[in-house]
């Protein structure tokens, strides 16, 4: 009886290819609205896949100290591609990186990024709640960071202060979904 429980439990794990253990974001990297840091550096690998999308960097710039080596620690896959739009192809080893990333609150060399730009192309946002909060803050104009598409994205994780704000700006609609780009 204990075997075949044994090759059950064998069996039922190899039916499942991709099981990973999952953590809050806010855990390891903190509040949304947290400060972040600037990093520029030149990638040198790349995971591209589940649970996390993972882009290895070399620090040539910024706020971080030229020559360290950190990752940056994406989203997982349908996030990365779904919710902001990135591919595979943006990016390459040895192109060059620009991030605006949350430090890992344990102090491992890992950025959570904010915002990314590859080679002279946008800085493109990857963190949406963080474009909830710029936007109900009347700053996220000045952060030059184009958005992924933000109309109809849920805003429950926020702070309710944060959704009120979003509510008074005519910017969530009747079930609480953002409306942007805002209505003129």
């Given amino acids: 009886m204990k075997t075949q429980a044994i090759f059950f439990l064998v069996v039922l794990v190899g039916l499942i290819p991709d099981l990973h253990a999952h953590h809050n974001l806010r855990a390891e990297f903190g509040p949304f609205e947290s400060e972040t840091v600037y990093a520029e550096g030149r990638i040198v690998g790349i995971k591209w896949g589940n649970p996390h999308v993972a ?20 989203h997982a896959l349908q996030g990365m591609t779904g919710n902001y739009g990135f591919s595979e192809e943006d990016f390459v080893v040895g192109k060059n990186i620009r991030v605006h990333g949350y430090l890992n609150l344990r102090g491992r060399p ?66 609480g979904r953002m409306i942007w780009p805002a209505p003129e």
């Fill in 55 to 74: 882009i290895n960097i070399e620090i040539t710039g910024g706020e971080l100290a030229v020559g360290e080596k950190w990752q940056l620690q994406g």
């Fill in 110 to 175: 890992v950025l959570f990024p904010r915002a990314l730009q590859v080679e002279d192309g946008p800085m493109r946002s990857a963190q949406r709640y963080r474009d909830f909060i710029d936007i109900a803050n009347g700053v996220f104009e000045d952060t030059n960071i184009v958005p992924p598409n933000l109309n109809g994205a849920t805003v429950t994780l926020l702070d309710q202060e944060i959704v009120q704000r979003l509510g008074e700006m005519g910017l969530l609609d009747e079930s």
